[in-house]
């Protein structure tokens, strides 16, 4: 029991070192939002950014905003012009809404065929590959700026006023300052 614990465990290491030695350029398109957007959003929650040794222009992993990209990551329903030389097996998508708001089309269902490896969605309701059931983009609020805390934090605010600073902020996103 125990050898065979350690070879699983060497064995996905070995895994994970062989997929960072090959260099990621990774592009975000989404129909939302811009891959500058994009790059940020993930760059302000994602720990692997914050591995300087692993993420960098310079480094193995890298997001990026212009055509140099070797893979691709889709958000929603976007359907770029994915650049040539950029296989389909590097190409994923994510549905960051459930099906029911998400805006299937017959030609984004068509597009996915022939340029997404696999798009990762809640509920497939029958879509063919490469639609993957059970997977989902869930959206992720980074932690509060520090400088909003204390505004909530204070008790010589009224309650309402808490309140409504709360909801407030509750209705930002990561790119009106609230990350670093």
């Known amino acids: ?15 994970l070192i062989y997929i960072i030695s090959m260099p990621y350029r990774i592009r975000i398109f989404a129909d939302f939002c811009d891959s500058a957007y994009g790059k940020h959003a993930i760059e302000s929650i994602a720990l692997f950014c914050k591995n300087i040794e692993l993420y960098g222009e310079d480094k193995q992993v890298f997001i990026t905003e212009g055509d140099d990209y070797s893979h691709v990551i889709i958000w929603n329903t976007c359907m770029p012009n994915i650049r040539e030389g950029v296989p389909k097996e590097n190409v994923i998508g994510f549905a960051y809404e459930p099906i029911v708001y998400l805006g299937l089309s017959n030609e984004f269902i068509e597009y996915a065929i022939q340029h997404i490896h696999k798009y990762y969605i809640g509920d497939t309701c029958g879509l063919p590959l490469p639609f993957v059931e059970g997977n989902c983009f869930l959206p992720y609020n980074a932690p509060l700026h520090e400088n909003w805390m ?9 309650r309402s006023t808490r309140a409504h600073i709360s909801s407030r902020i509750g209705e930002c996103d990561i790119a009106d300052g609230f990350a670093d």
Do not use: E
């Open 1 to 15: 029991m125990f050898c065979y614990y350690v070879t699983v465990k060497k064995y996905r290491y070995m895994n």
């Open 150 to 158: 204390h505004v909530i934090n204070d008790k010589s605010k009224s």
